[in-house]
């Protein structure tokens, strides 16, 4: 069977490389999120939302900040769930403003009376809040953001081509992610499929939980 011009000229020069590696990379940290039960992706779409649809509320919060801490009140910029990892600067602005979002929800909103106790979002958000190990979740989130993914979504967003690159950058995301917990000695000078062999499930082969310290 003989083919068209038009489609011998569709193929031409084109390399199937697969899914978007940006896409994939998002995705596997969504994967390791839903993983877990600690509603991250819920409180930041709750926080984003309280704020950005009432300016009274907007204006209230920036006053709690100023008055408890004559610093500036910064309000959540909107999580998008397509875009997971940028969800990094999102999360380091909860943690900077953690004093004035639990002054506003747990002080100040029970005291004034503005919104109903039992208005969902709310009950969302004063449960994330008063949730002592929402902190820690918010900082190691953060630590994997700019320890592991924060530089090849950086590179990514450059405008020249990089296809020739891409193998290499990716290999660099895994290195980084395994010497996140991985003992230094089964990953240094070694290939990356001699690292992509490594049982890092075994306790034998992770770090102990003082090198995990940050």
């Known amino acids: 069977m003989v083919r068209s011009s038009s489609t011998i000229k569709l193929n031409i020069g084109l390399i199937h490389i697969g899914s978007c590696p ?3 990379i998002h995705n596997s940290f969504k994967r390791g999120i839903d993983n877990t039960d600690w509603s991250i992706e819920g409180f930041l779409d709750h926080l984003d939302s309280w704020f950005s649809r009432s300016p009274s509320r907007r204006a209230d919060y920036l006053k ?3 008055n408890i801490s004559n610093g500036t009140g910064k309000f959540i910029r909107r999580f998008i769930i397509a875009r997971w990892l940028d969800a990094g600067p999102i999360i380091e ?3 900077e403003q953690w004093t004035n979002l639990n002054e506003y929800f747990l002080r100040f909103i029970p005291s004034s009376r503005k919104i109903s106790p039992n208005n969902h979002r709310y009950i969302q958000i004063r449960t994330m809040l008063e949730t002592k190990s929402t902190l820690s979740h918010l ?3 953060l630590f994997l953001y700019h320890n592991i993914y924060e530089q090849i979504l950086l590179w ?3 405008s020249q081509p990089l296809i020739h690159l891409l193998y290499d950058e990716c290999e660099q995301l895994i290195r980084r992610l395994f010497s996140c917990f991985i003992n230094e000695d089964l990953i240094k000078n070694k290939s990356f499929s001699e690292i992509m062999n490594i049982s890092f499930h075994n306790q034998v082969n992770q770090k102990c939980d003082i090198s995990k310290i940050v």
């Open 156 to 158: 990514f967003q450059q």
């Open 93 to 95: 602005r909860i943690i």
């Open 64 to 66: 709690i900040a100023k």
């Open 22 to 24: 940006l896409h994939l």
């Open 139 to 141: 900082n190691f989130l």
